[in-house]
Each structure stands twice: as structure tokens, then as C-alpha cells.
């Protein structure tokens, strides 16, 4: 059975292309709806260039609006793909353990509440870290808290500017996404990836 999958997004969406460029007809999930906080967010754009139902929440904290749009395409799994905001308490708890979302670095270090995007890579850099990578993990009520299930790993190179190191955080993002996904459909449910996905650049 198909695993019906709804993604959330806020930005520019280059994960939910990456979803929806892994999964193709013949794949075991399928994207059949994208939620988005951002009426303006071009990954909506994206979502209608693929003919997959989109749904702009007028008020993003009202966990009616949410469970209303997931129960009416039948969803099975949620993909948070650059959403950042809270999930609602309620979705969270109709849909416990079928929520994943994917952060631009090693959690636990370098997460929680304000924690995206550029920021994320500022912080790896200023730490001096010799390493970054991606993380897919379960959500919960808190920002970034839930089980990981699986990590990429990338170098942090000497010269990186926060772009740059976003941008190889990116890559691993577009292979770890897909695979935690791919596994979810293949398991019947979220499962911890069978190793790390190793992968440099
Ligand atoms: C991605 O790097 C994602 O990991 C990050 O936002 C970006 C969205 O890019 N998410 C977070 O920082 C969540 N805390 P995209 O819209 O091109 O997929």
C-alpha cells in the first residue's frame, strides 16, 4: 500500500523536490499534499508544477486547520521540509511517531527554537566544529527534540562561509530525506535508518 505523505513547507522547497523527485509512481510513498504557513513560499509553486494539492494555513497554530487538510487527503505520514514553525500539540498527538522533519546539522547540538536556516551554519562555524550533516528525526511538542533516526555527516572545510557549508549540508539533505522517507514506506512507519548515510562532497 502506497504510504501517503504530506509535506510542510515555509521556503524555497529544494527538499520537497527532492521528495518528489525520489518518489515517482512506481515508489512505495507519495506526496499527496504540501501545507504551507507562507502563502508566498515558492515551494508552492513547485507543488502545482507537480499537480500535488497544496494548502496555505491561514492561521499555522490552529491545529484544526491542519488535522482538517491531513484527514481529508487520508495522509499517513507528515514531512517537515524547511517548516519552521511549532506543529500544533494536537497534530502532533493524532499523529505521534509519524512525523519526521530533517535539520541542517548534528542535533542534539545546534537545534532548538530560532535555529534555522543560516543561523544554524553561523553557529556550526563559530564553534569551530570540524563537522556538519543532516539530521531526520521524529517531532514532538519541542523544537528539534524528537528520536533521531538518522544522520549525514559533511566536513566543515577550512574557508567555509556559512553559504557554503549550507550548501554541502544541503546536498546530504536531498539523499537523507528520501532515504528516511523511502524506509518510513518500507517499514509501515518511521524507522532508525539502518546506518549512518554517509556521504562527503
Ligand atoms: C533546509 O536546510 C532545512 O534543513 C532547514 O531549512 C532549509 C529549507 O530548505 N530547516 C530548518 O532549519 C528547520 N529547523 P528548502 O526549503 O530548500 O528545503
Known sequence: ???????AV???????????????PSAPARVV???????????????RRHEVPVEVLLDAADGSRWLAALERHR???IVLAGY????????????RDRILNIH??????FGGKGMYGQRVHQAVLASGARESGATVHLVDEVYDRG??????????????????????????????????????????????????VEFFS
Not at 104 to 109: D, K, R
Not at 152 to 165: A, H, I, K, M, S
Open 33 to 47: 499534499l504540501v501545507l504551507s504557513d507562507r502563502a508566498g513560499a515558492p515551494a508552492l509553486e513547485l507543488a
Open 75 to 77: 495522509v499517513d505520514l
Open 10 to 24: 515555509s521556503g524555497r522547497g529544494s527538499n520537497l523536490q527532492a521528495l518528489l523527485q525520489s518518489l515517482g
Open 104 to 109: 541542517p546539522a548534528l542535533l542534539p547540538s
Open 147 to 196: 528520536t533521531i533516526l538518522g544522520q549525514t555527516r559533511v566536513p566543515v572545510l577550512l574557508g567555509d562561509t556559512p553559504e557554503r557549508l549550507a550548501a554541502r549540508v544541503l546536498e546530504a539533505e536531498h539523499r537523507l530525506l528520501p532515504a528516511a522517507v523511502l524506509a518510513a514506506a518500507a517499514a509501515g512507519k518511521p524507522v532508525t535508518l539502518p546506518q549512518p
Open 1 to 7: 500500500m502506497t504510504m501517503r505523505v504530506a509535506v
Open 84 to 95: 519552521l514553525k511549532l506543529v500544533p500539540a494536537a497534530v502532533v498527538t493524532r499523529y
